[in-house]
């Protein structure tokens, strides 16, 4: 609902302090309330018992210690009287994600459900003030020479807040003003940095999406079949989710890149994440030094792993590939984690040395079934290991030469599951699979055995490289 002249809203500028920036964890310290209801301005403010440590960084920050608070009321206590407070007010803060975060947060707690209109003031500063190189409290007390009265004070900030909203109301007139805070409070999920006109241009389409901060560095990497939805997502989620809060304060920029559907969104964000390494996603390795067991018949009929290195490893080649690693160390951890849930002998496995005659480690600790000593068959051990493996078997490629993966109209082609490239065209389609260039990565082979078994499986065109 818009605003109008007649019904000037009251506002309540608000800031808090905490024990740390994680709304789950983190507890609130201190709240600072100035309301402006028709022209006249109430003050609401307390410290608040957090029950819990306060580091000794943000105590140098605040100055608020622990015995100042150790009598205070906790926040549940304080909880009807600060949301009788805030009812029916633009709840006004300086990057509000934070304070509305772990004001909703604290709020669900106790069972009140905390929903007021959101006004960010650097998002009203940005509008307000785009010449502005800087939007933080700190550059903005210094452009608009606001009185300090106790920086990094729950109520001294709300001040600073309530100063700026005056200068912008001198400056602008309330008209201006009022058409600016319609604007903001109609899209309370943007983040401060992201231009609404941007977040509109993303298409409801199938891709990838790039989230870059400060100097164009890489924050997150995602994709989804509609861009703008899953963008709007995380903005959303930044009121409830930690991660998804720090996220929509560093973000400064969003691109995109249009796939033809969501296999092929999967394949781009995989080779993405590798290539740009964004610091907020979970690091994704190359698959250049991969490792794998093979089983092989070594003396008295014992099946025993052998691991085969990067160098001498073709997955999508080679028969008789289980695993697929990232390190020895890797590969040997696995091997331990099998050889103890089927009661595997590890002397016999080669994890442990083997003296004939004798039982191995796990035998004596009741963690393997006796085949180093005869109590169980060479043959049941050799049959539990092979099904213990089974479901880690490294597929052959199943095809006899490369192929094409048909998805609305574009064509990705694979051989040996290996990508080549996505292709628009025959012309294109016959240069990649002529190139015959892949590299084998372990998380696209996942991607394609995956689509090749479900969806995609019948939508499949075997290729024949040109003479």
């Not at 969501?262 to 390795?285: D, H, T, V, W």
């Not at 590969?331 to 002397?347: P, T, V, W």
């Not at 796990?362 to 079934?369: D, I, M």
């Amino acid at each position: 609902m818009s605003l109008t002249n007649s019904e000037y809203p009251a506002l309540a500028f608000v800031d808090i302090e905490t024990t740390g920036s994680h709304f789950e964890r983190d507890r609130i310290t201190e709240i600072g309330i100035k309301s402006l209801i028709h022209g006249h301005v109430d003050i609401w403010e307390s410290l608040i018992n957090p029950q819990a440590f306060i580091p000794q960084n943000i105590q140098s920050l605040t100055g608020i210690r622990p015995e100042m608070v150790s009598k205070q009321p906790p926040f549940s206590n304080l909880a009807a009287e600060i949301a009788r407070e805030l009812e029916g007010k633009i709840f006004v803060a300086h990057n509000a994600r934070f304070d509305y975060g772990f004001l909703k947060a604290s709020f669900k707690r106790v069972g009140i459900d905390f929903k007021p209109k959101v006004l960010c003031t650097v998002k009203l500063s940005r509008l307000l003030f785009p010449e502005q190189a800087r939007h933080n409290l700190d550059n903005i007390i210094s452009a608009h020479r606001l009185k300090i009265s106790a920086r990094h004070r729950a109520l001294g900030d709300a001040d600073l807040l309530l100063q700026f909203w005056r200068v912008c109301e001198l400056k602008f007139g309330r008209e201006a003003l009022f058409d600016a805070v319609n604007r903001l409070i109609g899209n309370p999920s943007l983040p401060p940095n992201i231009d609404k006109a941007l977040v509109d241009s993303i298409p409801e389409k199938p891709g990838c999406y790039i989230f870059y901060g400060e100097n164009k560095i890489p924050l997150y990497i995602g994709k989804s079949i509609s861009l703008r939805s899953r963008v709007m997502g995380h903005f959303q989620g930044a009121l409830t989710l930690r991660k998804e809060m720090k996220l929509s304060l560093q973000v400064r920029d969003i691109d995109w890149i249009e796939t033809s559907g969501e296999l092929g969104a999967l394949i781009l964000e995989s080779r993405l994440i590798k290539e740009r390494m964004p610091s907020m996603n979970i690091k994704l390795r190359r698959s250049k030094d991969l490792c794998a067991w093979k089983l092989e018949l070594a003396d008295a009929g014992v099946l025993t792993p052998q691991l085969v290195g990067h160098r001498d490893l073709a997955p999508g080649i080679q028969e008789n590939l289980y695993g697929l690693f990232y390190s020895k160390r890797e590969a040997n951890s696995y091997l331990k984690a099998i050889a103890k849930k089927y009661r595997l002998c590890e002397a016999l496995l080669g994890l442990e040395k083997r003296i004939e005659g004798k039982a191995c480690f796990g035998y004596q600790v009741k963690q393997c079934g006796g085949a180093c000593i005869g109590e169980s068959s060479i043959e049941l051990h050799n049959l539990q290991l092979k099904t213990a493996l089974e479901l880690f078997k490294v597929q052959v490629w199943p095809y006899q030469g490369p192929i094409a993966i048909k998805e609305a109209g574009h064509m990705h082609v694979i051989d040996q599951w290996r990508y080549l490239g996505t292709a628009i065209n025959e012309e294109e389609l016959y240069e990649l699979t002529d190139s015959g260039e892949g590299e084998f990565d372990l998380d696209i082979y996942k991607i394609l055995k995956k689509a090749l078994s479900g969806s995609f499986k019948h939508h499949v065109l075997a290729l024949s490289r040109r003479e």
